[in-house]
C-alpha cells in the first residue's frame, strides 16, 4: 500500500513496512517507543510518522468487522484536526494551533476521513465526526494540482498513492471524483492515467502503474502504487469483497483510456507478479551490500489480494492469502495495527474469516493493540457492516510516508524501486 508504513516501522528500529517494505518472517516484537503513546492511540511504537495512519486504518479493519472502537479512540483521532481540515502524520500536542511549520499530510487526512466516516454512526457524537471528516474533505480539494491530483504534501507533484486515496476519501463524503476539476479542468483519474504503463511496456511493467515518472520521466512499474491505483480506479476500496463474475485479468490498451480498464490492466500485472512465489518482493534497501536478497514483502502482497479481488480475481489471489496465511503472523506481530488491518482487509475481500487467519485471530490482535472496543463485541457481525451502517463503499490505498532528512530519501527511492 505505502512506504507510510515502512516510515512507521523505520522510525521504531524494528520492521520495514506494512507495504513498501518487507520483513524476515521471524519479525521481532515492536520496540517500545521512547516517545510517550497518547491515550486512546493504538500500537506501542514511536507514531511521529504513523500515528493518524495506523489509527485511522484499526478503525476500517474494525468497522469492517462490525467492531465499534472506543470513545477515547475516535476523540484522540478528531483532536488531531487542525484548524484548516487537515492533518498531519502527528500531532504530539493537539492543543498548540497548526501553523507554517506543521507538516499538513494529504494521505492522513483522506484516510482519517474515510476512518471517521466508518465510525460516525456509533460514536458519542456523530455530528463532530461528520463535520471533521467534511472539512477534511474540503482541504483535499483546496489543495488538488492542475494534474487533477495530489501529492502527499501539498505543492508538490502528484503521485499515483495520494491521488488514489483522496479519490477513496472524496467518495466517502459523496463526491464524484470526476466532477472534482483542477483550475486546468484536470480531474483525478485523469492525474491516475499519466502513471499508467501501457500493455506494451517491457521488463515486466505491462499494465502496472508508477507512483510517479523518474527524473527522465520514465514510468517504472510499482506494486504499490499498483495495487492502490487498481481500486481507485474499480470505485472500490480496501473493504470490498470479491467481485463477480470472477475473470481472469488480462491487459487491454484501449484507443482512448479510461480509469477502469487502466484498473483491471494493473489487476493483470498485479497477477503476473504473484504468480511465481505468490509473494511481493521489496528490493535492498539503499546502501545495502551487492548480491543482498530481496525480502518478502508482506504488506503490499495484502494489498494486491484485495485488488485482485475487486477485480474479480478471486482465482489469481487464492495462492498469496495461503501464503499470507501462513507467513505473515510474525511480521504483523512486529509491524503493528496497521499490518493487522491490512491482513484483515485481504481475508474480507477473499471472503475468509480474519478471526481464523491461519492459527491467528486477526481481529483479537489487533483490538489488544488499543483501549477496548465498544461492548458488545460485534465482530462476528455480518461481512459489510460497515458498508451497510456507513452508507458507503470504504475506499482506499496507501499514501506515502515522509521522514526528514535521510529518511526522506529513504522511503522514496524504496518507493520507486519497486
Not at 524494528?14 to 515492536?30: D, E, H, I, N
Not at 493483470?268 to 512465489?277: D, E, I, M, V
Not at 451502517?389 to 475506499?395: A, P
Request: hydrophobic content about 45%; glycine content about 10%.
Amino acid at each position: 500500500m505505502s512506504v507510510r508504513r515502512a516510515a512507521a516501522a523505520l522510525a521504531a528500529g524494528a520492521v520495514l513496512s506494512t507495504t513498501a517494505a518487507g520483513v524476515a518472517a521471524a519479525a521481532p516484537s515492536p520496540t517500545p517507543s521512547p516517545v510517550k503513546i497518547p491515550a486512546g492511540l493504538y500500537g506501542t511504537t514511536d507514531p511521529t510518522y504513523d500515528g493518524v495512519w495506523r489509527q485511522s486504518l484499526a478503525f476500517l479493519a474494525q468497522r469492517s468487522s462490525g467492531i465499534q472502537p472506543a470513545d477515547q479512540s475516535v476523540d484522540w483521532l478528531l483532536g488531531q484536526q487542525c484548524a484548516n481540515g487537515a492533518f498531519a502524520s502527528y500531532r504530539p500536542d493537539p492543543a498548540k494551533a497548526c501553523d507554517a511549520t506543521t507538516m499538513l499530510d494529504s494521505n492522513a487526512t483522506a484516510v482519517a476521513v474515510q476512518a471517521l466516516g466508518a465510525v460516525e454512526r456509533q460514536s458519542a457524537d456523530p455530528a463532530e465526526v461528520a463535520k471533521v471528516a467534511r472539512a477534511g474533505a474540503a482541504w483535499l480539494k483546496s489543495v488538488q494540482n492542475e494534474d487533477g491530483g495530489w501529492s502527499f504534501t501539498p505543492g508538490g507533484p502528484s503521485d499515483a498513492n495520494s491521488t488514489a486515496i483522496v479519490v477513496n476519501a472524496l467518495v466517502v463524503t459523496g463526491a464524484q471524483p470526476a466532477n472534482v476539476k483542477s483550475a486546468a479542468g484536470k480531474n483525478p483519474y485523469d492525474a491516475l492515467l499519466t502513471f499508467a504503463l501501457p500493455c506494451t511496456a517491457k521488463d515486466g511493467g505491462a499494465g502496472a502503474f508508477a507512483y510517479q515518472p523518474d527524473k527522465t520521466g520514465k514510468l517504472l512499474a510499482n506494486a504499490d502504487a499498483t495495487a492502490a491505483a487498481t481500486l481507485a480506479g474499480l470505485g472500490k476500496g480496501i473493504t470490498a469483497r470479491g467481485a463477480q463474475p470472477e475473470q481472469q485479468p488480462t491487459c487491454t490498451d484501449l484507443p482512448k483510456p479510461t480509469a477502469e480498464r487502466a484498473a483491471l490492466n494493473g489487476a493483470s500485472y498485479l497477477a503476473a507478479q504473484l504468480a511465481g512465489t505468490g509473494h511481493l518482493n521489496t528490493p535492498p534497501m539503499p546502501g545495502a551490500a551487492a548480491g543482498t536478497a530481496e525480502l518478502p514483502d508482506y504488506g503490499n502482497t495484502a494489498d494486491a489480494v484485495v485488488a485482485l479481488a475487486a477485480a474479480g480475481a478471486k482465482k489469481e489471489a487464492t495462492g498469496s492469502l495461503a501464503w499470507l496465511e501462513k507467513n505473515a503472523a510474525a511480521w504483523a506481530k512486529g509491524a503493528g495495527p496497521a499490518a493487522y488491518a491490512q491482513l484483515v482487509f485481504a481475508a474480507h475481500a477473499m471472503d475468509t474469516d480474519p478471526r481464523s487467519f491461519g492459527s491467528t485471530d486477526l481481529l483479537e490482535q489487533l483490538n489488544a493493540t488499543g483501549p477496548a472496543p465498544k461492548a458488545p463485541d460485534n465482530s462476528k457481525a455480518s461481512a459489510g457492516a460497515a458498508e451497510d451502517e456507513g452508507g458507503f463503499d470504504l475506499w482506499w490505498i496507501i499514501g506515502i510516508g515522509m521522514v526528514v532528512g535521510v529518511g526522506i530519501g529513504f522511503l522514496l527511492s524504496g518507493r520507486n524501486k519497486k
